[in-house]
């Protein structure tokens, strides 16, 4: 066995650690798909709304200087940002609960006694 395939216990001596699927830490949502959904969500979006835009732009032949301009403004500028935000507020709050498993982490205590000294009373 390889040496990655073992973890040191706290005690001492190996423990063997059964080696991870690829999809494993996606299954048993370890690792969220989410902020990558949102992040894809985003781009295609812009794709899309730049596409309209041009679209609806050289189609525009009707329309005054006002109107193309309000046009271009919602589809070049308007689109693209509210699809920015909701992303950015989908991958705020996976980015949150990653910190703080990480706080979590710091400061758990390395031994766990299992007694609480509000359970003495």
Known sequence: MSKQDHSK???GGYQYRRPEAPFSDVLTFRKMIAPLLA???FWVGT???FILGIVALTNSRH???DGTFMMVLTFFVIYPAILRI???LVVLVFRMNTTLVA???NTESPV??????S???
């Open 63 to 65: 329309l005054s200087s």
């Open 47 to 49: 794709v899309i709304s």
């Open 86 to 88: 909701w992303s950015e």
């Open 39 to 41: 992040k894809i969500f």
């Open 9 to 11: 216990k706290p005690g």
């Open 103 to 105: 706080i979590r982490k």
């Open 112 to 117: 766990d006694t299992g007694s609480d000294s």
């Open 119 to 121: 359970e003495a009373e």
